[in-house]
């Protein structure tokens, strides 16, 4: 059994903070809280600590920063280290992409395409 079983965000302990961020609009000051004490018990990362108290101040500020019922994190969406993996349909086709580019030559200034001696 990990840490992050049960908590609000599936698989929390493993997230990037950007993920954490993305994830935190869709929760409720509740859930936050929960999160919170987990970070602090656990891994007590800085940044997150800070996301996460920035997120409970916003709720208890704004009343109408409350998620609608239902719009809880998304399990599925990908997370900040995945996006590449999958073919997405934003992607360029071959018929759409850019014409191939080379790295800038290592050569003599002068002369790139001759190669330093």
């Not at 698989?11 to 602090?40: F, N, P």
Request: no cysteine; proline share 16%; glycine share 6%.
């Amino acid at each position: 059994m990990t840490h992050s079983e049960g908590l609000p965000i599936p698989d929390y302990d493993h997230l990037l903070l950007s993920d954490i961020e993305h994830r935190l609009q869709g929760l409720d000051a509740e859930s936050v809280e929960r999160l919170l004490e987990h970070e602090r018990a656990y891994a007590a990362r800085p940044a997150a600590i800070v996301l996460l108290e920035q997120r409970r101040n916003q709720l208890r500020e704004d009343p109408g920063a409350e998620p609608a019922p239902g719009e809880g994190p998304d399990p599925t969406a990908p997370r900040v280290d995945q996006v590449g993996q999958n073919p997405s349909p934003h992607q360029a086709s071959p018929q759409t992409e850019g014409p191939p580019q080379n790295p800038p030559s290592q050569g003599v200034p002068t002369n790139p395409a001759q190669p330093r001696r």
